[in-house]
């Protein structure tokens, strides 16, 4: 088993950060230093920091967290306002994606490191939604534009769907996650973002049940249409 997959299969953290830890040479295999792409064999000794790598949680757990403004997504200790202190959930999670601490709304907090990657990675175009609004009116130029994509970060971002709520409003569905992706596409078009909530992630809808700072399970049904909705990742995987 890849080395990304047996940690991930632990609930301890998910394939990518896996990889930002061999990259450190964080991990080792049987006492040597890991490198990407190294299998786990039957009885090897994978220790993280010089220590075994616990399973966290037999049972696997999915949150849905309604994030305020100012609450970090790091599970890092040292950083005030991180997001694993703000839900003080009893075992070990970690969020999949990314809200920057200026922005707001729906994220998913699990302890199945497997997922992320189905999750995160744009060629599956898992869709996520939000609702942005920007300091001038919009016009069909910045409807046009925003849709068709913009450079940024030395590419230019996969077409979206686009649609204008109200003169300084618009929802955005993108497919794809670029580091402040929405914030540099509104920048690079001449406007500055003052508020940006996400509001679904898949199938995963934010409803007025959950207050800002809120957290629930998925509930069954919920779950059950997101894992099948990630079957084709694990087919292209």
Request: glycine content about 6%; overall charge neutral.
């Amino acid at each position: 088993m890849l080395i990304n997959k047996y940690i991930s299969e632990t609930g301890y953290c998910s394939r990518r950060e896996t990889t930002r830890r061999i990259a450190a040479g964080r991990i080792t295999i049987n006492g040597k230093v890991c490198v990407k792409g190294d299998m786990v064999q039957p009885g090897d000794v994978v220790l993280m920091d010089g220590e075994s790598i616990p399973r966290i949680n037999a049972e696997p757990v999915y949150i849905v967290l309604n994030k305020p403004v100012g609450i970090v997504c790091t599970a890092a200790e040292h950083v005030e306002g991180n997001i694993i202190q703000y839900v003080n959930y009893p075992s070990r999670i970690f969020a999949v994606g990314r809200l920057d601490k200026a922005s707001e709304g729906l994220i998913l907090l699990t302890n199945d490191g497997d997922i992320v990657n189905k999750m995160m990675r744009s060629e599956y175009n898992h869709e996520k939604e939000y609702i942005v609004t920007v300091d001038k009116p919009i016009s069909d130029s910045f409807v046009e534009q925003m849709s068709a994509g913009v450079e940024i970060l030395n590419v230019v971002t996969k077409p979206c769907e686009v649609q204008r709520e109200s003169e300084k409003v618009f929802r955005i569905i993108l497919t794809q996650g670029l580091n402040l992706q929405i914030r540099r596409m509104c920048k690079a078009l001449g406007y500055r973002v003052l508020k940006l909530e996400r509001v679904r992630m898949m199938n995963i809808t934010l409803d007025e049940q959950l207050k800002r700072g809120e957290w629930r399970h998925l509930q069954e049904q919920e779950l059950e249409q997101f894992m099948s909705r990630l079957k084709h990742s694990d087919h292209e995987e």
